[in-house]
């Protein structure tokens, strides 16, 4: 039987006992045994069960978008029907005659025959009031609600074919705020500017990421993968460089006292200090010769 199940957040993918080809319709069943018809797109691997994962889209149509309109429509209802309630208890707290009597603002006579009806009155009055104010507050939080949802049936996620586009644009545009901050500081409002500004570029390549394997092409999917293994090949050139500067250049790491000195001995054992000569702390507990730092900075 063909099934939902989570892959990311906003996301259910088709789980399925048999492999399936892309464009294949297939019928899926959710928890509550409800069937839908759905295309399948892009294979996205296996479960530890041996069952068959797909990216896939509703034959009708249906999305994120249209449940969240489904939901403002819905709660909008339930809003004009609690307005509808707060009126009626409004328009029948008291007939005309019993208003125009409380507006005379006649006490109650206690002991007097008429002291039973108006307290009753008061009751009556008070009961629809409360009613009227709770119906209303009711219809307000409901209409909160109802333009919440109305707002999220605008949303692309992830669940949806058109994110590759979106992401990849919201991509473009974060990688252009982050080189803008770094090539002109000044525009940054404030000390965090180019730390949030990197931390949406790692967001959105994430994304990207994520949509080329939902819904892209297997050369898109090609492209993401070589471009992931040049990065880690880049960055693994880069720390092995680092490492033969600081071996080069007599470097050590010291995070205590201890270290420290066993560091400083090790290194003037190999030749690159002098007795006496000082050592300058560069970052992340590094320590270099000082006569040696500008060299290593230069090389990195």
Known sequence: MNTYTK???????????????????????TKYGQEHESEVHNFLGKTNDNCFLYSITRSDGFNS???????AERITGYA???EKRSNEAY?????????????LGEPIKVGHHSEK???????????????SIEEGDKAKAYLSRAEYWDAKSKDINLSMPESLEY????????????QLYKDKPELRRHSYSLTYANKAVKESTRNVELAVKLWGEQSDIDQIFLEKKEAAETANNKSKKK???VAKYGGFFAFNTEQFKEGYDRVKAAGHLEEGEKVRAIRHGLYLPSKNVDSFLNGL
Do not use: W
């Open 167 to 178: 992401y990849e644009f919201r991509l473009h545009e974060a990688k252009r705020q982050h």
């Open 65 to 71: 978008q249209e449940r969240a309109k489904q939901k």
């Open 91 to 103: 328009e029948t707290r008291a007939t005309k005659h019993e208003r125009d009597f409380m507006s």
């Open 7 to 29: 892959y990311c957040p906003n996301v259910f993918v088709a789980k399925c006992d048999a492999e399936q080809e892309k464009g294949d319709t297939i019928t899926l069943t």
């Open 117 to 131: 009806r108006h307290r009753k009155l008061f009751e009556k009055y008070d009961n629809k009031m409360r009613k």
């Open 243 to 245: 490492t033969d500067l």
């Open 80 to 82: 004009v029907n609690a």
